[in-house]
């Protein structure tokens, strides 16, 4: 876990040569590239794959995204396990490909020893930070939006219970438990209330409560039900594919629970249950990596590393859809408030989760 944490860390100042002459890597996938590239990006998805409805649903968007505005060729490899980034990292490296891509902190350590065994391959990796010479990061401080969502729950719930549950004890998960605890506590604070936290105390991370899984989600109906049990109204599961068990459990409620979902709008890439989902905690992770791909395509400089914050749009809150008459005005306008003290650093997170870089 040492070595995880020090590759997860961003580090400043990395300057990223991008060539352009690779050969075509096999089993691309088809689209309607605005003209011919010899540029091939490579994808390794962490455990969920694709159809996650989140991470590596959103970075595929943004590999998709790239080969339309680029021509540039794209594919990708499914992790079914942890056991499978090092030999899909190193079968993309064998086949040529002039970027590789790799989805999630859990995948920094083997990105890491790929980078260092292979200093002419380039590197880019979703979730975690830079790691000179030839691995670029992107990053997002959700703690920020989060902290958001933490009072938007608070404003909401009727039971004076909310809950979350993550992943695994890592980050990238952690750093959206911390910004929704934060939240209801500012909520709690400016309103003298009591609302509850079950599941996650900033404090006292090791209690935490854990799926130990990105795409069980009969673990995260379970996890839900107990929260639901307990009173809580209103759940944010930050677990990938895991959290689609939590939306079950919150329709089956007949409308008493509601989800606030992460890494993509909720609404648009699980719309079966969009009734059951107030907002989500949204990463521009399509746009980074389009962005980063686009730049490396024509052969320009990826410096330093990326972060999304509110105040880049690089994470944010989604839209209310079947919620939005159900807020009130005034609690709207307290989320902007927020926002924008958060931007300014008036309100000040302290999630230890955050990127170093922010």
């Known amino acids: 876990m040492a070595k995880l944490m020090r590759l997860v860390a961003g580090v400043a100042g990395l300057s990223l040569f991008v060539a352009g002459c690779g050969s075509a890597p096999e089993e691309e996938e088809s689209g309607t590239g605005a003209k011919a590239s010899d540029f091939s990006a490579c994808m390794v998805t962490d455990t969920g794959g694709i159809d996650d409805r989140s991470f590596n649903a959103a970075s595929w968007a943004g590999m998709q995204a790239a080969k339309k505005s680029t021509g540039a060729e794209v ?18 490296i064998s086949q040529k490909c002039n970027l590789v891509v790799s989805v999630g902190g859990l995948m920094a350590e083997a990105t890491g020893q790929a980078a260092k065994a292979n200093a002419n391959q380039k590197f880019a990796i979703v979730d975690s930070g830079s790691v000179p010479p030839n691995v670029y990061g992107m990053e997002f401080n959700t703690a920020q939006s989060s902290f958001l969502a933490g009072y938007l729950a608070a404003g909401m719930s009727k039971s004076g219970k909310v809950a979350t549950f993550g992943g695994l004890p890592i980050p990238p998960v952690t750093i959206f438990m ?9 909520y709690n604070k400016q309103k003298d209330k009591k609302v509850e936290v079950l599941g996650w105390n900033e404090a006292k991370p090791k209690s935490g409560s854990m799926a130990n899984s990105f795409t069980d989600q009969g673990a995260g109906k379970r996890i839900a039900g107990n929260f639901i049990q307990q009173g809580a109204d209103i759940i944010f599961p930050v677990a990938g594919g895991t959290g689609l068990g939590a939306a079950a459990a919150a329709k089956e409620s007949g409308g008493k629970v509601s989800v606030i979902w992460v890494d993509t709008d909720g609404c648009e890439s699980a719309s079966q249950y969009c009734d059951v989902f107030l907002t989500s905690v949204t990463k521009g992770i ?18 330093g590393s990326y ?24 609690l709207k306008a307290e989320l902007e408030k927020i926002k924008q003290d958060i931007i300014s650093g008036t309100i000040k997170i302290t999630s230890p989760n955050q990127p170093k870089s922010s």
């Open 286 to 303: 399509a746009g980074a990596v389009q962005t980063t791909i686009e730049t490396a395509a024509k052969g320009q400089q990826l410096t």
């Open 178 to 186: 911390d910004g929704f605890y934060e939240g209801v506590q500012y």
């Open 75 to 92: 594919q990708y490899v499914a992790s079914t396990s942890e056991n499978d980034y090092v030999p899909n990292i190193t079968r993309l």
């Open 307 to 330: 972060l999304g914050t509110l105040e880049n749009g690089g994470t944010g809150l989604a839209p209310f859809h079947q919620f939005d008459g159900k807020v009130p005005a005034e």
